[in-house]
């Protein structure tokens, strides 16, 4: 039986502005989420966490936005720490930015479900154990990650560029594995895109691309598990 002791404690830093963020992500992770709005300079004073969630968001990183530089010295500082981090998207982009990577703007946008391949290097990493080959996700960026950080491995690509990545005990995915179909189609048509498209990427939200995604949600579990092996691997310590 799990105890409250046993529950892993992981600071969620919210840049999302989006009320069905923190839901998708309670919904998903199995652990204690202590949550920050980092877009209100809401972050946590130390890193007494066991890790460390970064979301999507509206704004990209390289904006003058007076949060977003304290949030990657965070970032920067929790992996120093050796903390496991995962970023998702908006997150993603602010992980590998933290860590010395380059994010810039597209030009366009990458929406909708969409198949991602992974590389030779996820056949043994703990995040995408078990995930299909290539996996489905829901996808919304219209920024990506076009130089990985120092030493960092990539993990997953399509044709809009870099979908994953890891470093030590960090990951960054540039895809939503949190999203649920409601959230999809919200996010979808709050988009500035051509009714068209728009219409397109509706169609797709789809029972059969959703039951797809689902199985690409194990890497919520496989990320806690990992988070587990740490803290085991520093008690012993």
Same mark, same amino acid.
């Given at each position: 039986?799990?105890? =409250?002791?046993?529950?892993?404690?992981?600071?969620?830093?919210?840049?999302?502005?989006?009320?069905?963020?923190?839901?998708?992500?309670?919904?998903?992770?199995?652990?204690?989420?202590?949550?920050?709005?980092?877009?209100?300079?809401?972050?946590?004073?130390?890193?007494?966490?066991?890790?460390?969630?970064?979301?999507?968001?509206?704004?990209?990183? @390289?904006?003058?936005?007076?949060?977003?530089?304290?949030?990657?010295? @965070?970032? =920067?500082?929790?992996?120093?720490?050796?903390?496991?981090?995962?970023?998702?998207?908006?997150?993603?982009?602010?992980?590998?930015? =933290?860590?010395?990577?380059?994010?810039?703007?597209?030009?366009?946008?990458?929406?909708?479900?969409?198949?991602?391949?992974?590389?030779?290097?996820?056949?043994?990493?703990?995040?995408?154990?078990?995930? *299909?080959?290539?996996?489905?996700?829901?996808?919304?960026?219209?920024?990506?990650?076009?130089?990985?950080?120092?030493?960092?491995?990539?993990?997953?690509?399509?044709? @809009?560029?870099?979908?994953?990545?890891?470093?030590?005990?960090?990951?960054?995915?540039?895809?939503?594995?949190? @999203?649920?179909?409601?959230?999809?189609?919200?996010?979808?048509?709050?988009?500035?895109?051509?009714?068209?498209?728009?219409?397109?990427?509706?169609?797709?939200?789809?029972?059969?691309?959703?039951? =797809?995604?689902?199985?690409?949600?194990?890497?919520?579990?496989?990320?806690? *598990?990992?988070?587990?092996?740490?803290?085991?691997?520093?008690?012993?310590?």
């Amino acid at each position: 039986m799990t105890t =409250a002791r046993d529950r892993l404690r992981l600071a969620l830093l919210d840049a999302s502005e989006s009320e069905h963020t923190r839901r998708n992500f309670r919904r998903e992770l199995d652990a204690d989420l202590v949550e920050f709005e980092v877009t209100a300079n809401e972050r946590p004073a130390d890193f007494d966490f066991d890790g460390v969630i970064v979301t999507g968001s509206r704004t990209s990183v @390289y904006w003058d936005r007076d949060w977003i530089r304290p949030l990657l010295d @965070y970032v =920067a500082t929790a992996d120093d720490a050796g903390l496991p981090i995962l970023g998702v998207c908006y997150g993603h982009q602010a992980l590998a930015s =933290a860590l010395g990577g380059r994010v810039e703007g597209m030009g366009e946008c990458e929406i909708g479900y969409r198949e991602i391949d992974q590389t030779a290097a996820a056949s043994d990493d703990e995040l995408f154990a078990g995930l *299909d080959d290539p996996f489905t996700a829901f996808t919304t960026h219209s920024d990506a990650v076009t130089e990985l950080p120092p030493d960092a491995e990539l993990l997953a690509e399509n044709d @809009y560029g870099i979908h994953a990545f890891r470093r030590g005990h960090a990951w960054g995915v540039q895809f939503h594995p949190e @999203y649920d179909r409601d959230t999809a189609a919200r996010v979808t048509r709050g988009k500035d895109l051509p009714e068209e498209r728009i219409q397109s990427v509706l169609d797709g939200i789809d029972a059969a691309n959703y039951d =797809a995604a689902c199985r690409t949600k194990r890497l919520f579990e496989n990320f806690t *598990d990992y988070v587990r092996q740490v803290r085991e691997t520093a008690v012993v310590k």
